[in-house]
Nanobody, 122 residues
């Protein structure tokens, strides 16, 4: 059973950058879609960026396109480079693994990491 662990969250000022990592601690990612979700205070969990590992295709929500980049290292880690951060990016960030046809619906994902907090504030 695949297991995921997130790292890299923290406190950053508006306009700053953070790099989140999602590492497979058990099992391989090759047959999965890996998606980063975030949950802002009082809001539902929202998928913001995904990568189809086998084919390399990447997708972004409009709210992060042009500022965030998702990538896979070919071994077992998916990174999310986040630039030009704003307070609206604050939340708990989760990575999740789903079948090849999984997209933005959180119910499609059976495997989740524990989450990492990102806070954008002065």
């Amino acid at each position: 059973q695949l297991q995921l662990v997130e790292s890299g969250g923290g406190l950053v000022q508006p306009g700053g950058s953070l790099r989140l990592s999602c590492t497979a601690t058990r099992g391989g990612m090759d047959n999965y879609v890996i998606t980063w979700f975030r949950q802002a205070p009082g809001k539902e969990r929202e998928g913001i960026s995904l990568i189809i590992i086998r084919e390399g295709g990447t997708y972004y929500r409009d709210s992060v396109r042009g500022r965030f980049i998702i990538s896979y290292d070919g071994v077992g880690t998916v990174d999310l480079q986040m630039d030009s951060l704003t307070p609206e990016d604050t939340g708990v960030y989760y990575c999740a693994a789903g079948a090849w046809n999984s997209r933005w619906n959180a119910d499609q994902y059976p495997v989740w990491g524990q989450g990492t907090q990102v806070t954008v504030s002065t």
